[in-house]
Structure formats: C-alpha cells, structure tokens
C-alpha cells in the first residue's frame, strides 16, 4: 500500500504550528505556555551573543512578545520548569525532559572517547571541583580563580589559584555527565550545583536503556517537525551524535510497531516519515488557508531554523548565519534575523541595539525578490501575500522589539531592493526610517 500524501504547504503549517509561531507574538508567557512550547520544540537555544539580545529571550519574544525577564528568571531557575542541557547546541529544556536526557549524560564519557586521556591527567582537579561545589556550591568558572587548587600553594603570578583550563574543562565534564546541573546565572555565566540539590525528584529518576532513548529522541524530533526526512532527524535535535545505523534501527522499530508511519509530500521524491498519531494534524494542516496570523523576526538559533536546508526545502529561504563570517563576505550582515509574516520567510534584516542610546537600528533590510515583485511564494504557499500588509507587521515587530530591549526609537538604514525602501520608512512612521517606540512597558507575565 502506497503511503498517505500529504501537499508541503500541510508539512510546513503542522511545523509552524508546532514551532508556535502559528499566532507570532500572540500568546502570554506563564508557567503552563512556556512548558508547552519547550516540550513542542524540544529544547530553546542559548547563545551568549548579545547584539540585539539573547537567542533564548529573542526566540521567546517572537511568541510571546515583550515580556518580563525576571518572570523567565522564576519559572525557569526557581521554580524549575526548565533546565539546562545540550539538544540541539546549549538549551533551556523542560523539565519533563530529564529522564531521557538522563541517558545521554550517563553515556556522555563513553560517547566522546576524547575525554578519556583527559580524566586519566586530571583526575585530581575533577575531584576536587566537585568537592568543592559539594561544600561550597553553586560555583562558577569565577569562583575557581580564587581558591587555591587541591594541595596547591598561594600562586606567585597573576594566573589565579587555578590552572583556569582544567578547572573549566572539569566544570564542562561534570555538567555533561549528569553530576551537576545548572544552578542559575549571574549576567549569563553558569554556576552549578550538584544535580541532586538543583532536580531532587527528576534526578532520582531511572534512565532509560540506550535503545529506548534513541527511539524517544526520534520520536520527540517527528512531534517538533509534523513530518521529517531522515537528514531533519539528524539535523534538528543533533545532540548526542547518534551513528547512522543506529538511527536507522530506532526508526525501523518504530515503523515496525506502527509508532512511526512512511508519508510521501507532493513533489518531493524523498522519504519523509511522521508520527501515526500526527496524521489526522497533517490532514487538517492541508486544509488550512493559511498556516499562521501574523509577524515577527527570528533569532538566528531559533528552533525554527535549527536545520537550514529544511527551511529552504518547506519555505524557500535560503538562511545562512554570518556572525562568523568575514566581514568583507557577509551577504545580509552580523546578526540577520528572518522576517517571518502569516507563515512565510519574507527577508531579513541586521539588527543592533544600542543601549546608551535606546536605540534599534536596523542596519539593512533585505527582502525575498519575490516579495518584492509580487511574485508567488517558491514552496509552501497560502495564496497572495498582501505587500503593504506584511509590511506595516514589519513595522509593528520592530517597534515591539525595540520595547522590549529597551530602545526609544528605530533607525533604518539601506533596504533592497531600494523600490521598498519608501513604503518601509512610511509606515516605520518617518521619511529618515526613525520611529518612536512604544513605552518601556511589558505585558505582565
């Protein structure tokens, strides 16, 4: 029997639909939304790049809009909804989440073979910084430069109490393991705490065998996506390294048990396969006439571009980060974040902020050529995108962010093509592109 089809714009409304950004900036940040998104995604990225603000709180932002940081501060390093772990880089993971992950840091010393040579020379310092985050904890990588290490003599330079890469290298291991958790940060630097101390009851929990977590981690990967190829697998949850063959295996176990199903996408050759349970979503997605309401910018480590060439695949958006490109070769700029508007990837602009002087300035603009000649969308598509509409959201998202990292007012600066450049710096609410934000205010959380 031939397996279900479903069209992409069905595959691209479900992932939407699941990424949250159905109703962008829609929704309002409480305990209960903020634990249902990261159990849909899976995992928010964490980056100390801090351009325009945080990865974590922009891709926060662009499904709750401004909210109270100290409100994420509670739910998710007080009360503990959240913790920190690899998914797909460095995450805020749910809770929920522990015991699969548990496995991954019991089998992180075995899995990367290269810390063996590591804890045979430093055995001593692992030791001793976990005694003293035992006695003494939550500590950070700070607190190792004051004390004096394990039988270790008052220091003669200005190199600090500890050899500072050991110290580090053992504060990394212990976290990956499972031995400590991230207590909390102070202005974005980790300090742990033994894992016992941080998630009592979650980590007294079993971890699952080898063979189940592969096949919960696959499962958890098909609910973020609706319905992904064998490479979104690989790509989107990417931690831990899982070998091709035993990935294979876990599906094929899953396929065998009717857990997982094959479905075909019209126009594409490739395998795609989804949850069983997901069909009658996939159906209802392709009858929808339109995937989202709505508009809002993206952070660049936003789960929603976890996997670019899927994004180019369902959306025909081509996204490349460029923080760690040359400037000279940058394309679209430093920290470029998609414009995303009623369910489609319209362009991107560079952002900055400038916080001495409350200012956002968008350092370029650059849109789809499609968009701009009103051409039809290349992939998922919901009909006719109306220009002046998707532009006057633009505005609004702007003015939102700018409220929300504390910016008075917007700037704008080159936009291509150069015909939308007016229509732009008019409903910005200015002939130079400068607006004025709205009040430093917040939405209560």
């Known amino acids: 029997m031939s397996p279900p089809t479903f069209p992409l714009r069905a595959v691209a409304a479900l992932f939407i639909e699941r990424q949250h950004l159905d109703r962008p900036r829609g929704r309002r940040l409480t305990g209960a939304s903020l634990t249902r998104f990261a159990e849909d995604v899976g995992g928010i990225q964490l980056d100390s790049i801090n351009v325009v603000e945080r990865a974590h709180h922009l891709t926060l932002w662009s499904r709750f809009g401004p909210y109270d940081r100290r409100a994420l501060e509670q739910l998710a390093y007080r009360r503990r909804l959240l913790f920190e772990y690899w998914a797909h880089a460095a995450c ?85 393991s499972g031995r400590t958790l991230v207590h909390s940060r102070v202005h974005f630097q980790k300090r742990f705490d033994l894992a016992e101390r941080v998630l009592p009851r979650a980590a007294a929990l079993a971890a699952p065998t080898r063979e189940e977590f592969r096949r919960w981690h696959l499962r958890r990967s098909l609910h973020a996506m609706g319905a992904a190829t064998e490479t979104d697998l690989r790509m989107y949850l990417s931690f831990p390294r899982i070998e091709a063959v035993e990935r294979r295996q876990a599906l094929h176990g899953l396929l065998a048990v009717g857990e997982v199903v094959e479905v075909a996408v019209a126009g594409d050759g490739g395998r795609w396969y989804a949850l069983a349970e997901d069909l009658p979503a996939l159906a209802r997605a392709a009858r929808r006439r339109t995937a989202a309401r709505g508009t809002t910018l993206l952070a660049p480590f936003d789960s929603f571009l976890w996997h670019r060439e899927r994004t180019r695949r369902l959306f025909g958006f081509d996204y490349r980060i460029e923080v760690y490109t040359p400037g000279h070769q940058r394309v679209h700029g430093y920290y470029s974040l998609p414009l995303f508007h009623d369910g489609l990837l319209l362009g991107r602009l560079d952002l900055k902020t400038h916080r001495e002087e409350r200012r956002l300035d968008v350092r370029s603009a650059h849109f789809e050529r499609w968009f701009a000649s009103g051409e039809r969308p290349p992939a998922a598509a919901w009909g006719a995108v109306d220009r002046d509409g998707a532009l006057a959201g633009a505005a609004e998202s702007l003015r939102s962010l700018a409220a929300f990292v504390g910016a008075d007012r917007v700037t704008l600066g080159r936009v291509t093509p150069s015909t939308l450049a007016a229509p732009l710096r008019r409903v910005l609410g200015g002939r130079h592109g400068e607006t004025t934000a709205p009040g430093p205010g917040v939405a209560a959380s």
């Not at 089998?107 to 020379?121: A, I, P, V």
């Open 92 to 176: 805020l993971v749910p809770v929920a989440h522990f015991a699969p992950w548990r496995r991954a840091m019991l089998d992180y010393c075995t899995r990367n073979r290269s810390w063996g040579e590591w804890l045979q020379k430093n055995r001593t310092i692992l030791r001793a910084v976990e005694r003293a985050i035992r006695d003494n904890g939550p500590l950070g990588n700070a607190d190792f430069e004051k004390r004096p290490p394990p039988g270790g003599k008052r220091p003669t330079t200005a190199a600090g109490w500890w050899n500072w890469k050991p110290a580090t290298h053992a504060l990394d291991y212990l976290w990956m």
